[in-house]
């Protein structure tokens, strides 16, 4: 990943020309799609209307990992990562830092600075060792919740908030960043990223899309369009699914009765279970599907087995619909605290290199929430602003309208706020 990063606007590159190391390999990607493996029995229907439990989070099928929840490394048959730890030190870094800035909008919505947040509590590993397999042509197509991603890719975390206050809808500058606008309507961006695809694909341009989402955006009907047209063109697109366990209060249970990986085989493309807490983990998967996008050999299913640690927004309350010992069996699996494990095992993170990261993050906090709070809203007019490349008569009067009932006042005759 060698884009400029917001956390610490170097754009210095710890992974820069990163791949997974030795001679070509045969992987299960590079390998015919996985078998479906179907359970000799169909579960009963009964069994997938369960409420999910501690049991029914540990996975079901095996899954790719380098670096085990106690932060021992551990070797797979087909993976190798390819960071030293100079570049997990790196990796670690923006994973805390992610972390803290996370705290800090959750802290702010709480407080009525924002109407909402979606938090990315848990899936730092997930959205920072994609990042960093990231080259910097490659372009991601977020959903609303990859704020670790876009912090990584360059995006201000003032500008980031700025839809979550309410004063925009997302105006950081994706072609700049190579990092999409946020999208609420479950899986439709999916389509948008073949699409952004296919036309790389048309120019030739060599680079590849990673499509965010999540598992129950994957019984959407966008994202099965979106599989059907990525497989038949080729396009080079990496579906990266956050499978976090949980769609608001439906379980994943409740998404599919094959572990979602497997989805892919139907649709003629190569899928992969990776430990979504293993940065080490999803940096290599991610980087092996990237390279075959990139090098014209199509789409990949990457399914990273993760948890939301936190509510599904601040408008939710988790306690409703699962249990705590589900919320333990995942922190004891935490995506940073086994890095942070594995970094000082092999002396490459002490207390005072801890510490620095923690006044790093206490200062990217501060920075968030003074910004935050001196943003001012819009004039309302503003809301006809790119638009329309032409606008036509029904968007002039409209805004004539507008501008009648507001009268040059942006406040406008009646309007609350609405935060809170
Ligand atoms: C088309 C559509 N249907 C329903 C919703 C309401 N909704 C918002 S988030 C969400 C759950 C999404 O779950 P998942 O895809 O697992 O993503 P996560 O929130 O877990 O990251 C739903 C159903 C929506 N925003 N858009
Ligand atoms: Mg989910």
């Not at 100079?86 to 909008?105: G, V």
Request: net charge negative; glycine share 10%.
């Amino acid at each position: 990943m060698t884009g400029t990063s917001a956390i610490d606007g170097t754009g210095s590159s710890a992974t820069e020309g990163a791949s997974t190391d030795g001679p070509v390999r045969r992987t299960h990607l590079s390998a015919a799609p996985p078998p479906t493996e179907l359970p000799s029995e169909a579960p009963s229907p009964d069994a997938a209307l369960e409420v999910a439990g501690p049991d029914v989070a540990a996975p079901d099928v095996a899954m790719v990992q380098l670096l085990d929840r106690h932060g021992l490394r551990v070797s797979d048959p087909t993976y190798v990562s390819s960071l030293t730890d100079a570049d997990i030190l790196a990796l670690y870094r923006e994973m805390r830092l992610t972390r803290r800035f996370d705290r800090e909008a959750t802290n702010l919505q709480r407080q009525g600075e924002l109407g909402l947040w979606a938090s990315s509590l848990g899936q730092e590993a997930a959205q920072i060792g994609a990042a960093y397999a990231l080259a910097d042509g490659d372009f991601v197509v977020p959903s609303y919740r990859e704020h670790g991603l876009a912090l990584a890719r360059g995006v201000d975390p003032v500008v980031l908030l700025k839809m979550f206050r309410g004063v925009d809808y997302g105006s950081w500058d994706s072609a700049a960043h190579r990092f999409g606008g946020y999208t609420l309507v479950i899986g439709a961006q999916t389509l948008h990223a073949v699409g952004y695809a296919m036309g790389l694909q048309r120019d030739e341009t060599g680079d590849a899309v990673l499509c965010c989402f999540g598992d129950g955006a994957s019984s959407q009907g966008d994202v099965n369009e979106a599989f059907t047209f990525a497989a038949v063109n080729n396009a080079p697109v990496v579906f990266f699914l956050q499978n976090n366990q949980w769609a608001i209060s439906a379980p994943t249970t409740r998404q599919s009765r094959v572990p979602l990986y497997q989805r892919a085989a139907g649709f003629g493309f190569p899928g992969v279970r990776v430990d979504g807490n293993d940065a080490l983990a999803v940096h290599a998967v991610v980087t092996e599907a990237l390279e075959r996008a990139r090098s014209g050999g199509g789409p990949t299913l990457v399914e990273a087995y993760t948890f939301r640690m936190g509510a599904h927004t601040t408008s939710d309350d988790p306690t409703r619909y699962r249990e705590t010992a589900e919320e333990q069996y995942w922190r004891d699996r935490d995506p940073v605290d086994r890095v942070a494990a594995y970094l000082r095992s092999t002396g490459t993170l002490d207390d005072a290199g801890e510490a620095a990261i923690q006044a790093e993050g206490d200062e990217l906090a501060l920075r968030t929430r003074r910004g935050c709070l001196a943003l001012v809203d819009p004039d309302v007019m503003t809301l006809y602003d790119h638009v329309l490349a032409e606008p036509g008569q029904a968007a002039g009067e409209d805004r004539d309208v507008m501008a009648e009932l507001f009268d040059g006042d942006s406040d406008g005759p009646d309007q609350t706020d609405g935060r809170g």
